[in-house]
């Protein structure tokens, strides 16, 4: 099976219908404030609803509320649920959907933290991002030969971190992951995809 793509950070339904069209299949909606692609709850539930049949809607959090998390997930149909920030492994259930666990990788030590959430509460996958300032969102690889240390751990990862059309068909060369995830290397501007780009993404992920 062809690697799943997940286009992050959509803000516009033009956006969302174009990456649905170019075979996306999970769009990855920013509940982070301090995101440029943060997006209020009642426009996140109109983009929600452009989900085709088996699509897939993640909800970004950063550090956020339990109480907060649950109100997006249910207002906005989300079907899974992505955090990004410093939340510890007893941090992930509770929301009744999958959590995809985000982790920032530096090196060896941090990809040891990410077995730490294999397994635990509502932990799916987790997702591998570089270690730019801030968040996420912010272009920055890492080193994608660690992922292979976490293929005896049983879990599906996602590759993200810098990803662009250009270097996506390396990185799942390098990973053979579950899926990737971009969400600055198909823009234009922060929050603003470039549909060209996000086509060209799509179709060099899924071409192996
Ligand atoms: O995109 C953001 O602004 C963001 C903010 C806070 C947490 C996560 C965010 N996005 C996630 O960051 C990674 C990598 O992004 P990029 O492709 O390097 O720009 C991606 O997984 C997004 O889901």
């Not at 941090?110 to 270690?131: F, H, I, K, N, P």
């Not at 660690?146 to 990803?163: I, Q």
């Not at 390098?174 to 501007?189: F, I, K, L, N, Q």
Request: some cysteine.
């Amino acid at each position: 099976m062809s690697v799943r793509v997940k286009i992050c950070g959509v803000t516009r339904p033009e956006d969302a219908r174009a990456a649905w069209d170019a075979g996306a299949d999970a769009l990855g909606l920013n509940f982070y404030p301090r995101s440029p692609r943060y997006v209020e709850p009642a426009p996140a539930a109109a983009l929600a609803k452009t989900r085709p049949a088996l699509g897939a809607v993640v909800g970004v959090f950063v550090n956020e509320t339990p109480v907060t998390i649950l109100a997006r997930v249910r207002e906005c149909g989300l079907t899974a649920v992505q955090l990004h920030g410093d939340e510890p492994p007893e941090a992930c259930t509770g929301y009744g959907v999958p959590i995809i666990k985000a982790l920032r990788v530096r090196g060896e030590e941090d990809v040891e933290r990410a077995r730490t959430y294999v397994g635990v509460g509502d932990v799916a996958a987790l997702l591998l991002d570089g270690a730019a300032p801030g968040y996420g969102g912010g272009g920055v690889t890492f080193d994608w030969s660690l992922v292979a240390r976490l293929t005896d751990a049983g879990v599906s990862v996602l590759v993200a971190g810098g990803l662009t059309p250009g270097n996506v068909a390396e990185a799942v060369r390098a990973t053979r992951p579950y899926g990737v995830d971009v969400a600055s290397g198909v823009e234009s501007r922060p929050g603003i995809k470039d549909v060209d780009a996000v086509r060209t993404f799509i179709r060099a992920a899924k071409a192996l």
